[in-house]
């Protein structure tokens, strides 16, 4: 079992920068893939960012790629996702996910944080 705990969510002005963590339990978090998601009021959830296992590969949804970096810390069972140039379009609640071996998807991933909101003002 993993329990995913994100934080680092709030409100900040549009061209700000925010840094979102993912924490995860157990002794297990270097075979999970993970990913970042996130879900505006009224819209589904949408892909953001993935990391492979071992942070050799990385991936990005075309709205956010070169204004956000996801990046992993296995020794602290961390994963981040660094915020650049937000705009309000980016503001939604952000969700960690964790996939054991391949990246996750909306509807493939093994485990689901409680969400952290974000929030870009105008």
């Known amino acids: 079992q993993v329990q995913l705990v994100e934080s680092g969510g709030g409100l900040v002005q549009a061209g700000g920068s925010l840094r979102l963590s993912c924490a995860a339990s157990g002794r297990t978090f270097s075979s999970y893939a993970m990913g970042w998601f996130r879900q505006a009021p009224g819209k589904e959830r949408e892909f953001v960012a993935a990391?492979?296992?071992?942070?050799?590969?990385?991936y990005y949804a075309e709205s956010v790629k070169g204004r956000f970096t996801i990046s992993r810390d296995n020794a602290k069972n961390t994963v981040y996702l660094q915020m650049n140039s937000l705009k309000p379009e980016d503001t939604a609640v952000y969700y960690c996910?964790?996939?054991?071996?391949?990246?996750?998807?909306?509807?493939?991933?093994?485990?689901w944080g409680q969400g952290t909101q974000v929030t870009v003002s105008s």
């Open positions: 996910a964790a996939r054991r071996g391949v990246v996750p998807n909306i509807y493939q991933s093994d485990y």
């Open positions: 990391i492979s296992v071992n942070g050799g590969m990385t």
